[in-house]
């Protein structure tokens, strides 16, 4: 098992443009979960999924962002016509729901995106 | 969930025990205590989890105190290598939501 996986790494891109990042979480893991982190701040939550269903969106997630995970696999992050604003580290994790315990996520290594 | 109060930092010397305090004195008792670090620029790496008694595993022992009102994580013997940003986060078993909520945590130096 190699981990939460994010691609890319780094994305640099100019104001307006759109962007699609990936996760591929630890397989099996029926949850995923994206989140946001700015400079000096801990992350914050945008979305997870249920297996292919988007569960929770957070108020920070505005439309022009948006998630999939359509065969309940990897899932992808849209943001279309970026903003300055959307400068951050993206965050995959996902964990194992059994429906009988508490599940513990565990992260990817992040999208750092900077919007210029 | 609970509301968590750590110290903005800490420094440790390299070799002997960090221990990392939390304050979660609105926990209820269905919820868990929960560790994370962040070395810089990568993701949260979960460390340890506990609800009421003591855990140990291989990374770190975290101290519930009896009232679950505060706990303390413990790197028993600290390394450069855990210099990184600590998160506890109080979480609900069964809450309507599964979103970790992190605060700023503290930010652990390990001095040589």
């Known amino acids: 098992d190699t981990g939460v996986s994010q691609d890319p790494r780094h994305k640099i891109t100019k104001r307006g443009q759109n962007v699609t990042f990936r996760c591929d979480p630890i397989s099996e893991h029926n949850r995923l979960y994206w989140y946001r982190q700015t400079l000096g701040q801990g992350p914050e939550f945008l979305t997870y999924f249920q297996n292919e269903a988007q569960l929770e969106k957070s108020r920070l997630l505005s439309d022009r962002f948006s998630a999939e995970r359509p065969k309940g696999s990897f899932s992808t992050l849209e943001i279309q016509r970026t903003e300055q604003g959307d400068s951050a580290m993206y965050l995959c994790a996902s964990s194992l729901s059994s429906g009988r315990a508490i599940e513990t996520q565990y992260f990817g290594p992040g999208t750092r995106l900077l919007v210029l | ?112």
């Open chain 2, 1 to 112: 969930d609970a509301k968590t109060t750590q110290p903005p930092s800490m420094d440790c010397a390299e070799g002997r025990a960090a221990n990392l305090p939390c304050n979660h004195s609105t926990i209820s008792g269905n919820e868990y205590v929960y560790w994370y670090r962040q070395i810089h620029s990568q993701g949260p790496q979960y460390i340890i989890h506990g609800l009421k008694n003591n855990e140990t595993n291989e990374m770190a022992s975290l101290i519930i105190t009896e009232d679950r009102k505060s706990s303390t994580l413990i790197l028993p013997h600290a390394t450069l290598r855990d210099t990184a940003v600590y998160y506890c986060i109080v979480r609900s078993e069964t809450g309507a939501t599964n979103k970790l909520i992190f605060g700023t945590g503290t930010l652990l130096a390990v001095q040589p």
